[in-house]
């Protein structure tokens, strides 16, 4: 019986733990949210221009190899 009584306690427990969690996170102020989806739209910023230099990056190399492809296929041909 003492055991039974001991697991729903630690049950009882478990579960106000969990409700307490739920209840930190709705209580937290609208400008720590804020904060946090500001930070986030500010490193999507970041990385797009990231993606944007990349591609850059791509265009140029893929134009440089197919200026070598083009006088490889002339050398060849002479």
């Known amino acids: ?20 969690s739920r209840e930190v996170t709705n209580e937290l102020p609208a400008s720590v949210w ?18 944007e230099e990349y591609k850059k990056n791509y265009e140029t190399l893929e134009k440089g190899y197919d200026d070598l492809e083009k006088t490889l296929e002339n050398f060849g041909e002479s």
Do not use: I, R
């Open 1 to 20: 019986v003492a055991v039974a009584v001991l697991g729903a306690g630690f049950a009882n427990q478990t579960e106000v733990k969990a409700d307490s």
């Open 34 to 51: 804020k904060a946090q989806a500001d930070s986030a739209k500010a490193k999507a910023k970041e990385l797009e221009k990231q993606v």
